[in-house]
């Protein structure tokens, strides 16, 4: 299970929330099944609806 803790851990590099879309992107693409949201994004660009925007980014970029 991915787990958004653990994309912040691997990719401490990231300054913003869309670059953090990007890495669950490519996650999903690489084939995760499962994503965990366990805490909230640390951007100062981090909107209000930011576990319904990630879910829907892992969502429509795994394949098949």
């Known amino acids: 299970m991915l787990s958004l803790s653990e994309i912040l851990i691997q990719e401490h590099g990231m300054q913003s929330f869309e670059e953090l879309k990007s890495a669950i992107q490519r996650r999903a693409q690489q084939g995760e099944i499962f994503f965990q949201m366990d805490v ?4 100062k660009d981090t909107p209000e609806e930011w576990e319904d925007i990630l879910e829907s980014v892992f969502t429509s970029s795994r394949p098949g």
């Open 40 to 43: 909230r994004p640390p951007f």
